[in-house]
T-cell receptor
């Protein structure tokens, strides 16, 4: 099955600096890579996603890059703000048989933005 | 529009007791999922349902069962709870079972003593 590794597990940055979170995956057939943000006491919320036919995607201060050859993808947050503080999860979608696709999640990165 | 609702918000349960976690969505999504979240382990898939009337096993299905009698509801049952099932449980849904956005509920914090 798919295996997703996420690094770092914790990350502290000064407000205004950039933050980068990296993930690797094992199944070369994986074709969809979402990123979720989870605030304390809440469920995860999708912030950006990328499909395997695209190398980079941006949405305001957030960008995701995908290298299918190396099987890794990264989340970039620029001009960080205190409200960016949360736990971030990467995931990879792969075919699991019987017509089903499943998301496999990384273990998460706790981002702290210091004012 | 509520999206996904889960009940209860939290529960303390004695080991050996039966417990059903409820999940309801109002988005008419075909696919629904149950995950458990444990510190340091991320989110792990317990069971899923691609459409009403069908269910499948995820990564950690042992000790759990699900049913999908209709589109909106996807209850998760612990037949005989054990302390290792102490976790935060999240229900999620997506429009289809192929690769698209999963929407998560607010979670149920379950403690088994």
């Amino acid at each position: 099955g798919e295996n997703v590794e996420q690094h770092p597990s914790t990350l502290s940055v000064q407000e205004g600096d950039s933050a980068v979170i990296k993930c690797t995956y094992s199944d070369s057939a994986s074709n969809y890579f979402p990123w979720y943000k989870q605030e304390l006491g809440k469920g995860p919320q999708l912030i950006i996603d990328i499909r395997s036919n695209v190398g980079e995607k941006k949405d305001q201060r957030i960008a995701v890059t995908l290298n299918k050859t190396a099987k890794h993808f990264s989340l970039h947050i620029t001009e960080t703000q205190p409200e960016d503080s949360a736990v971030y999860f990467c995931a990879a979608s792969s075919y699991s048989g019987a017509g089903s696709y499943q998301l496999t999640f990384g273990k998460g990165t706790k981002l702290s933005v210091i004012p | 529009i509520a999206g996904i609702t889960q009940a209860p918000t939290s529960q303390i349960l004695a080991a050996g007791r039966r417990m059903t976690l409820r999940c309801t969505q109002d988005m008419r999504h075909n696919a629904m999922y149950w995950y458990r979240q444990d510190l340091g382990l991320g989110l792990r898939l317990i069971h899923y349902s691609n459409t009403a009337g069908t269910t499948g096993k995820g990564e950690v299905p042992d000790g759990y069962s699900v049913s999908r009698a209709n589109t909106d509801d996807f209850p998760l049952t612990l037949a005989s709870a054990v302390p290792s099932q102490t976790s935060v449980y999240f229900c999620a849904s997506s429009e289809t079972f192929t690769y698209n956005e999963q929407f998560f509920g607010p979670g149920t914090r379950l403690t088994v003593l």
